[in-house]
């Protein structure tokens, strides 16, 4: 935890973990999700989703503001006793080993499939993981401000690469809305709904009182998650209204291909590369959050600068044994990635907040 005042951050600096969080987590694995059960109704599922997930954002809000001086872990000791607090802490960690495994082989597969394709996909993790496992070691304002630089960068990309694309757009391309069936657009309104939580979670990775303007908490907050969602939904606008559904199914990251349309007064072109970078950022940085969150938990030792070191050998090892190829990577991603979510990450944040809440109504 953060005990020094001049190692304290700002409110708008640690809103920015959503912002990262959010980007990370749906383009690419969320949005895949999505495009493959919703189809063009993935935008309509998406904004449903978003208005709907501000539940959850008013659950965390209210953690957070009860909630002085513990983080997530600490809190779940404080509030159901040590034993079962370790439990959900466990379930926690599960969670966050889980979703950061994910995140990391999607990040190697991106390098690999669209920019080297030749390369071991092994040796693309070891490579993604180097600065993670440096970083993880920092402090968390370290870590934090960071991520606050990174995501600025990335919005900046992501206003000029909306921009860039527009002249490509085909209206047509959004057609045909409500074709799906109640239960596809449910189960996708279901899925951001859920994704959803695993951004706001990382909020709970430290204190309200290790915010140095923390009366400017609640509106930062707000502001950072109502842009996330923004971005995301016009991602997805864009990505449908430039390549249409025929071709989002196709490519792997088409939020990547949609970029080669990108075109700036005819003269700047082709560079998608660079713009693509933003997904780079966002995904270092929902990174080194998640390792922040796994070393914290493991018993301090004197090798605890190398936790961060062994959490990367053991995630490379199980994409190696579990995904040997994109194929199978994406089947499991489809199969159990929002029910992991839900159960290790959303079910526990539930259960603290009903705790809370009921101790909360005993006091009053």
Known sequence: MVENDSKKIY???YSFVIFTSFLALFIGEGTHLMYNEGKNDTLI?????FVLSFALF???KWIINKNEKEDLFELNKSVFGKTFGNILN???WIGFFIVATVILYSLAD???TEYLPETSINYLKALVLLPIVYVATKELP???KGNQILSLISLGLIIFCFIGITDSFEIGNIEPLLNTSKASMSKNILTYFILSS??????LITSKKNIKDSERLNKNILKLFILSNVCVIAIIIGTILTLGMEYIEIFRFPEYIALKQFSLFNILERIENILAMQYFFNNFGLLSLLFYFLIKLIPKTKFKNYYSILVGIVQIVITDIFFNNTITFLEYVRKYFVWVIGICILIPILLVFFKMLQKSKSNA
């Open 11 to 13: 409110s708008l600096t």
């Open 45 to 49: 599922s998406a904004i449903i989703g």
């Open 90 to 92: 466990i379930v926690l």
């Open 198 to 203: 695993l951004p706001l979670s990382m909020l």
């Open 110 to 112: 991106f390098f690999n």
């Open 58 to 60: 008013s659950i965390t």
């Open 142 to 144: 370290t870590i934090i």
